[in-house]
């Protein structure tokens, strides 16, 4: 079983230590950055940053948010980073796919516009961002400071 909470800063470096291998390196493509310091600064530009974490043991296996931009505070840019945890148990990643559905649906009804960037490569993201709802509307040959191949996703406020 899994639940959800708000973030801590305690949260992170368990998150970072164990992040999916495919998360770390999007992450280390587009910005250049650690997993430790990417979940810093996304926690630090999301208004609403929330953990899963493993009941029980009582370790955090994903963080999730939608950070703004103050200059455009109608738009957002949503973000996931998970460990290797999260997906381990079936249980864990039906619990996950519930509540994943009920945010996404909040947030869209909150930005007229969520908006970013997935790497390629990352084919579990790419079902399940589609799953969600979200439409593909460009590949970006060389994206960030790795200059890999990303796609970029949106979601639109539903009317």
Not at 67 to 87: E, I, K, Q, Y
Request: glycine share 6%; with cysteine.
């Amino acid at each position: 079983m899994i639940y959800t909470r708000p973030s801590k800063d305690d949260d992170l470096q368990p998150i970072a230590d164990d992040m999916r291998e495919m998360d770390a390196h999007e992450v280390k493509c587009s910005s250049g950055v650690s997993p430790f310091l990417a979940l810093k600064g996304s926690k630090r530009m999301s208004p609403e940053c929330n953990t899963i974490v493993e009941m029980g043991s009582e370790i955090p296996v994903a963080m999730y948010g939608v950070a703004v931009d103050a200059l455009h505070p109608t738009s957002g840019c949503p973000w996931m980073l998970v460990t290797n945890r999260l997906f381990a148990e079936k249980q864990h990643r039906n619990q996950f796919a519930r509540g994943a559905y009920k945010w996404v649906n909040e947030k869209r009804n909150e930005f007229d516009v969520m908006v970013n960037y997935v790497h390629c490569s990352n084919k579990l993201a790419i079902r399940w961002l589609k799953k969600l709802g979200f439409v593909f509307t460009k590949e970006i040959e060389n994206f960030g400071l790795g200059d890999e191949p990303f796609y970029e996703f949106i979601m639109i406020k539903k009317e």
